[in-house]
């Protein structure tokens, strides 16, 4: 049984994540590289951190939006009061590091970036639904080109132990190590895949994260991806289990 690493209290809970990713993947003498935890700070265009460190720059007083009005104070206050709590608390049982460096979370950025840029592409096209689970053995080949067809077929370690995937685009490229942890399901594919998948097979999940298209001026002008100006009205949560929690990744509007 692994250590889930948890601190509760009656109006909040603190999960020490990176011990708990750890002892999962301990069997196989592997570890989560810290500095993609190197997190000191909100996120600031490289510019707006250099010019924040100015000590002569100007703060221009913001006018208070119509979503801070009476009717929100009380739970705005709640919240950062909560949030303040939760940081002591974290700070004191060593969950928490004090940050004394603030370089606008540079190792975390640069050590995310490394890692995309090593990654393998996976995109797929659209497929049909199925049923099929495949069950994989460690150190076994994963070559896309060959497991990619028209089932949108789904992953699966049913061992109570990590296992590794020697993953390649092709036979005949190199393969990279990546590591599937002990009952884990996966699929690579379509998001629609997975609604599809669920009804056939009558599964429900217990946390559903959502990155939605947020309406985004950057994202506007670039045209890089389609984005929706109320992406939450559409949100189809017919597969998430009646005491399953959704999380929201929040993206700001700039």
Sequence with gaps: MLDFHVFSSEAFDIIQDTAYYNAIYKDIGVQLDAQLFAINGPFMLDSQFEASKRPDRRVRKR???????????????????????IHAEGLRIAFFSAQVVKDNNHQAREKAR?????????????????NEIITLSDN??????EEFCMLNSWYKNDSDHCIRLQLSGRRSDST???????????HIGSVSDVRNFASINGLLFDLVVIDPPWNNLCVKRQQSYVTCESPLDSVDLDCLAPTGLVAVWITNKK
């Design 140 to 145: 076994s080949p994963f070559i896309l080109e």
């Design 63 to 85: 006018k208070r939006q119509s979503w801070q009005n009476a009717k929100n104070v009380e739970e705005i206050n709640r919240i950062e009061k909560l949030s303040k709590d």
């Design 176 to 186: 990279t190590t990546h590591y599937v942890p002990p009952g884990a399901t996966f």
């Design 114 to 130: 490394e890692v995309c840029d090593r990654s393998i592409k996976m995109y797929r096209p659209a497929t049909i639904a199925s």
